[in-house]
């Protein structure tokens, strides 16, 4: 299966596909849907990588 990244305006990057999300150490980081993640882009999510929301309480607009 291809690995697809949408960015979504002034969201996150969705990421979907075969693929691996790793740390800098290699440990493979799990998702909560196999096959689907959604990654931060603002710098406010309490739980990078993925996104918790926080863009829309910091309104982050993507240049």
Do not use: W, Y
Request: aromatic share 6%; net charge positive.
């Amino acid at each position: 299966m291809t690995v697809k990244i949408t960015v979504l305006p002034n969201a996150p990057l969705k990421v979907t596909g075969d693929f691996e999300i790793t740390d800098a150490q290699g440990n493979k980081i799990e998702t909560k849907k196999p096959g689907e993640a959604f990654l931060c882009r603002c710098g406010h999510s309490a739980n990078k990588p993925f996104c918790d929301g926080a863009h829309a309480k910091h309104n982050f607009k993507a240049p």
